[in-house]
């Protein structure tokens, strides 16, 4: 079951990849302003979800995943978007 929005950056300061997570893809971009981040300290990779179990799906598959487990019903499309959830 999908549970929230997340967006894949890779944090240029640490050198590593992280997944923040949050209710709207935008909100990411938002925390990372809050922690003193512009947009050259890091990479956005993918956006996408994360499910209970903080697995990531990226938008197609987690559509898939809605709609495998019956979270809401749609009239079209192939990908998932945050306010699709809410």
């Not at 997570?21 to 990372?32: K, Q, S």
């Not at 809401?72 to 990908?79: E, L």
Request: glycine fraction near 4%; hydrophobic fraction near 35%; aromatic fraction near 16%.
């Amino acid at each position: 079951m999908i549970v929230k929005a997340a967006v894949k950056i890779f944090d240029k300061k640490q050198n590593k990849e992280w997944c923040i997570p949050c209710m709207r893809h935008c909100d990411a971009f938002y925390i990372l302003k809050e922690f003193g981040y512009t947009k050259q300290d890091y990479t956005e990779l993918e956006q996408g979800f994360l499910d209970e179990n903080d697995n990531f799906y990226n938008r197609i598959a987690a559509y898939d995943e809605v709609m495998k487990c019956g979270q809401r019903q749609f009239r079209n499309g192939v990908m998932l978007y945050s306010e699709d959830l809410w």
